[in-house]
């Protein structure tokens, strides 16, 4: 059980409350430019 708490712990990262507020608002624009682009050849015609 050691190595799968190692491993856990290895994958967690402190960040400030202002580093998760930038990812968010980051987060939010890029499913924004994405949601903008165009769907050709993804549904049949």
């Known amino acids: ?3 799968k ?3 856990k712990a ?4 402190d960040a400030t409350q202002t580093e ?3 990812l968010r608002e980051q987060n939010t624009r890029l499913k924004e430019l994405v949601g ?3 769907f ?3 549904l049949p015609k």
């Open 5 to 7: 708490a190692r491993l």
């Open 40 to 42: 050709e050849g993804v």
């Open 20 to 22: 998760v507020k930038q």
């Open 1 to 3: 059980m050691e190595g």
């Open 36 to 38: 903008e682009q165009p």
């Open 10 to 13: 290895d994958s967690l990262r």
